[in-house]
C-alpha cells in the first residue's frame, strides 16, 4: 500500500457549500471561463462543450464536488517544456523502448539509456511547474481535491506543492533510481554526478546489480501499490477530473469508467479526442494550464471563509 494513500490517511474533502460564487459570477462563469481570462468565443464553445449533450459546462459539474481525483498525464507538462511523459530514458530519447529483459541482459542497451539519461536529466531535474500544477495545489489545500493520479514521471505535481501523500504515480519517478536486484533507492541527482563523472553503466554500489530510474518499462507490470491507490481513490471521487491525458494507456484509461460506475462524474480536459468522450458529463478541448487556473480561480473565489 502507498503510504498515506489509505482511507484512514485521507481525510475527506471540505464541505463548503456549493452556493458560494455570486449570482454575477456565476453568470460570467456560465461560459465557462472568467471573463477576465480573455478568451474568444471559439474558446468558450470548447470550454462549455458537453459530449453528453447536456448544458453542463466545467464549472457547473466540478462546483459540488467535494472528492475531485485528478487523472493527469503528459498534458499537463507540455506547458513545463517535458515532450513525454515516458522522459529520460523513454522512447522519445531512444528510439525504441527496452523491455526488462533487454535492459538486463544487454549492457548496450544500459549505456544507451544512461547515456540519454545523463544529456537529458537535467532538463526534467529543473522543470518548473506550470499553472495547471498551481491550480491542483489550490484546489487540494482548499478541501476540493482527494487525489491526483498521474502517468507522468516528472515529480511537477509535488514539486508545485501537491501533498506528496496525495499523489499517485502509476509510472513511477525519474527523480529515484533503483537497483534492480537488491531494490535499494538512491536520489537521480546522485547517479547524475557519477555519469557526468564518466561512468556509462553505472552499478548499484552495495550489490552491483544493473541500475535504472524507478520508472516502467515495457511490458512491466504497473507498481502494485500505486495501483491499489488509484483504484481506491479512483472509487472514493464524486469527480474523476482527466486532465492531459489521451486515454490510451491502460490502466489509466479504464479508470474513469470505474469511477462513472461507482456513480462519480466525468470530465475530461484534453487537447485532443480521447475513447472515453462519448462518456464524460464534459469534454474540454483546450491547453491544462491556463483552464486549470481558470476553473480554480472560479471554484475558490470566496470560498476560503470556511477555514477562516
Ligand atoms: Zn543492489
Known amino acids: 500500500m502507498c503510504p498515506g494513500l489509505g482511507r484512514a490517511t485521507i ?37 462549455a462543450h458537453s459530449a453528453g449533450g447536456h448544458a453542463t459546462t466545467l464549472i457547473d459539474l466540478a462546483e459540488p464536488a467535494r472528492r475531485i481525483v485528478a487523472l493527469t498525464g503528459a498534458g499537463i507538462s507540455t506547458e513545463s517544456g517535458i515532450p513525454d511523459y ?89 527523480h529515484t533510481i533503483r537497483c534492480l536486484d537488491c531494490g535499494r533507492t538512491q536520489p537521480a541527482a546522485a547517479v547524475q554526478r557519477r555519469l557526468i563523472a564518466g561512468e556509462r553503466d553505472p552499478a548499484c554500489s552495495v550489490c552491483g546489480g544493473p541500475l535504472r530510474a524507478a520508472t516502467i518499462l515495457f511490458g512491466e507490470p504497473l507498481p502494485a501499490a500505486a495501483l491499489r491507490g488509484a483504484l481506491e481513490v479512483t472509487l472514493s471521487s464524486d469527480l474523476l477530473f482527466v486532465v492531459g491525458s489521451s486515454l490510451v494507456v491502460n490502466p489509466a484509461a479504464r479508470l474513469p469508467l470505474l469511477a462513472k460506475r461507482a456513480g462519480a462524474r466525468l470530465a475530461i480536459l484534453n487537447r485532443t479526442p480521447t475513447p472515453l468522450d462519448a462518456e464524460a458529463d464534459v469534454v474540454v478541448r483546450a491547453e491544462a494550464g491556463s483552464t486549470l487556473a481558470a476553473l ?12 477562516g
Open 86 to 174: 515516458r522522459g529520460p530514458g523513454g522512447v522519445w530519447e531512444t528510439g525504441r523502448p527496452p523491455t526488462l529483459g533487454d535492459f538486463r541482459e544487454n549492457a548496450a542497451t544500459r549505456r544507451a539509456y544512461w547515456d540519454g539519461r545523463r544529456d537529458r536529466y537535467p532538463t526534467m531535474a529543473t522543470a518548473v511547474p506550470n499553472a495547471g500544477h498551481a491550480a491542483l495545489v489550490a484546489l487540494e489545500r482548499a478541501g476540493r481535491l482527494l487525489a491526483i493520479v498521474t502517468q507522468n514521471i516528472d515529480g511537477l505535481h509535488q514539486k508545485a506543492g501537491s501533498d506528496p501523500a496525495r499523489v499517485i504515480e502509476l509510472h513511477g519517478t525519474t
Open 296 to 307: 480554480a480561480a472560479a471554484l475558490l473565489a470566496g470560498g476560503n471563509d470556511e477555514r
Open 11 to 47: 481525510a475527506p474533502a471540505g464541505t463548503r457549500p456549493p452556493d458560494d460564487l455570486s449570482t454575477d459570477q456565476t453568470a460570467v462563469l456560465g461560459k465557462g471561463i472568467p471573463s477576465q481570462m480573455g478568451p474568444n468565443d471559439d474558446e468558450r464553445d470548447r470550454f
